[in-house]
């Protein structure tokens, strides 16, 4: 007989996986999670966006310059995982992300990206409502464009990293099941810019 026949009690737990590796190669080598912002490094922001939103427990993962993010940055209470190959790209981080999960018994994780200060906890908090259960696959829209954070339940992450190379993340997925894709328009109440270049730094002011 199974010992587990029943959904368990409370809502579901889904992982905020924050992906903090880059190195801002376009910005001078400066690693985009200690980028200032508002006085602490902008790492700090994207956590406290992912547990204001309701995520639980919190995944983070370093590369570039990771012993002094460790350092300078307050993750307590957070997951912090090294990725080695963080150069090769974003696939490399999220494959390591996913891997960290492995046992917490997390029904999704839902992905965000270190540099997106302007998308807070409410576009985050209303693509975890769209979560319905281990292989849900939700993301957040733009004016109907598809963005960040994106929800990967958990029955989908093995496909997920066994795809995710280079810089295309989990691009390989959601094209193959692009008619499963669920999308949560959030333009209305946040912006999908990235710091990437030094003229964007002006929108960390």
Known sequence: MSANNHAPSGPPLIAGLLLAAGGGRRLGGRPKALLPYRGRPLVENAVRVLREAG???VHVVLGASAAEVRERADLAGCVVVDNPD????MGSSLRVGLASLAGTGARAAL???????GIGPAAVARVLA?????TSLVAAAYDGERGHPVLFGANRWADIAATATGDKGARVHLARHAEELMLVECADIAEAFDIDTPPDLARLL
């Not at 992905?111 to 200060?117: A, E, F, I, R, Y």
């Not at 769209?130 to 281990?134: L, W």
């Open 130 to 134: 769209a979560y319905r259960s281990p």
């Open 55 to 57: 995520c639980g427990p």
């Open 111 to 117: 992905v965000s990206l270190v540099d997106q200060p």
């Open 86 to 89: 963080w150069a090769q790209g």
